[in-house]
C-alpha cells in the first residue's frame, strides 16, 4: 500500500468538493423547498463541486503515481 503525504488544506479542499457534489445531489433528489429553486441551487451545487474536483484528482493522481 503507497502512502501520500497530503496537506490538510489541500485534503479540506478535497472534502470540501465532495460534500458540494453531495448537498448538490440531495437537493435534486429532495422535495422540502421549491422545485424551480431547488433545482437551481443542487445543479449549481453539483456542478460546481464536480469541476472543481477534476483539477485536485489530477493533482492527486500527479503525486501518487508521479
Known amino acids: ?3 501520500v503525504k497530503l496537506p490538510l488544506p489541500k485534503l479540506a479542499l478535497i472534502a470540501a ?3 458540494m457534489v453531495g448537498a448538490g445531489a440531495a437537493l435534486l433528489f ?3 423547498i421549491e422545485e424551480r429553486r431547488r433545482k437551481t441551487i443542487g ?3 453539483l456542478l460546481t463541486g464536480a469541476i472543481s ?4 484528482a489530477l493533482g492527486l493522481r500527479k503525486q501518487i503515481f508521479g
Open 1 to 3: 500500500m503507497k502512502q
Open 30 to 32: 429532495g422535495n422540502r
Open 53 to 56: 474536483t477534476v483539477p485536485l
Open 43 to 45: 445543479w449549481a451545487l
Open 17 to 19: 468538493t465532495r460534500g
